[in-house]
């Protein structure tokens, strides 16, 4: 009997202790990663990539970037690197109805931000267009998770790759004769139609747009005196560009642009194609030579688009 006694004072001893412990709150993982991974991005453009994945992890998570490193060489990014750049920022999204440049600033914003953060509250990895200034290539980068029940810190949770930013996206190139004042018996110039476009930046320049339509000999055609017009009632640069006046020279067709990440940035008819005719009084054939393109832009600066049309120009 007192060993009865003595095994119910003791069970009642330990359960009286554990009673005491404090039952610790939560689980935190040490199993944190990145999905997709690598998170593929572009120099310049920003990005998000979903929240880190937390392995059952107790919520909320909160984040803290640790280091980022060079995958090739393992150098460490410094806190030049890792320096906040002046950047525009979108308020609101732009829209068609967005046509002057007091609409449009309202709903830009420029701002400081650095080109690598990660969020605190779900450890979602921000690229912003301060990526510009990176090298291209995969960069791999530790994190401090903490929660409820504790912290961990997490190496080489995840890993970037930077493709090199493309600055411009050419989806259309045609031209074509036609007969001397109507839209019939159309011809390509080129075979299959494609015709040779030359694209230069100066990224130093102002921020300007300027088109040149040139002859099969090299010389320019002259969009002032009425050498280049608009074909018909189909859309030109000009409707995707409301925010600054067209001006014309002897020899381009000239526009300033808002410097956008991306630019035009609305379409007509779910395209940005632009349609311009030479007319048949100033070719040496004596038919219409009607170039049509679609570019979009990804930076700032001046840009040059020559068409070369593939026709002789009329002697004068």
Same mark, same amino acid.
Request: hydrophobic letters at 35%; charged letters at 25%.
């Given at each position: 009997m007192k060993l009865k006694y003595i095994i119910i004072t003791l069970g009642i001893t330990v359960a009286g202790i554990a009673a005491c412990e404090k039952v610790p709150e939560g689980y935190?993982?040490?199993?944190?990663?990145?999905?997709?991974?690598?998170?593929?991005?572009m120099q310049g453009l920003t990005a998000y990539s979903p929240s880190i994945e937390a392995d059952g992890s107790t919520l909320p998570l909160t984040v803290k970037l640790l280091e980022v490193r060079d995958k090739s060489t393992g150098k460490v990014l410094d806190s030049n690197d890792l320096r906040p750049r002046e950047i525009t920022t979108y308020l609101a999204e732009l829209l068609p109805t967005d046509t002057t440049l007091e609409l449009l600033n309202k709903k830009l914003s420029r701002g400081m931000k650095r080109p690598f953060e990660i969020q605190e509250n779900g450890g979602r990895i921000i690229l912003t267009a301060g990526t510009e200034?990176? =090298?291209?290539?995969?960069?791999? &980068?530790?994190?401090?998770?903490?929660? @409820?029940?504790?912290?961990?810190?997490?190496?080489?949770?995840?890993?970037?790759l930077l493709n090199p930013k493309v600055y411009y996206e050419v989806v259309r190139r045609t031209v074509t004769t036609s007969d001397n004042g109507s839209e019939t018996n159309f011809q390509d110039v080129y075979a299959g139609g494609q015709m040779p476009l030359t694209i230069d930046r100066d990224p130093a320049g102002p921020?300007?747009?300027?088109?040149?339509?040139? =002859?099969?000999?090299?010389?320019? &055609?002259?969009?002032?005196?009425?050498? @280049?017009v608009y074909r018909g009632d189909r859309p030109h640069f000009q409707k995707y560009n409301p925010f600054f006046k067209e001006e014309r020279t002897d020899s381009t067709i000239e526009f300033g642009h808002p410097n956008l990440a991306k630019f035009p940035f609305f379409m007509v008819n779910n395209d940005v194609s632009s349609y311009y005719r030479i007319p048949a009084a100033f070719t040496e054939a004596v038919r219409n030579v009607n170039a049509t393109f679609s570019v979009?832009?990804?930076?700032?600066?001046?840009?040059?688009?020559?068409?070369?049309t593939g026709v002789a120009r009329k002697p004068i």
């Open positions: 935190i993982s040490d199993k944190f990663a990145y999905r997709p991974n690598p998170f593929i991005a200034y990176w =090298d291209t290539g995969r960069y791999v &980068f530790d994190v401090q998770v903490t929660n @409820i029940r504790g912290t961990r810190t997490i190496k080489n949770v995840g890993e970037v921020h300007r747009i300027i088109l040149k339509f040139k =002859d099969k000999n090299g010389k320019n &055609f002259n969009p002032k005196m009425g050498e @280049i979009t832009f990804y930076g700032g600066g001046t840009w040059t688009l020559t068409m070369h």
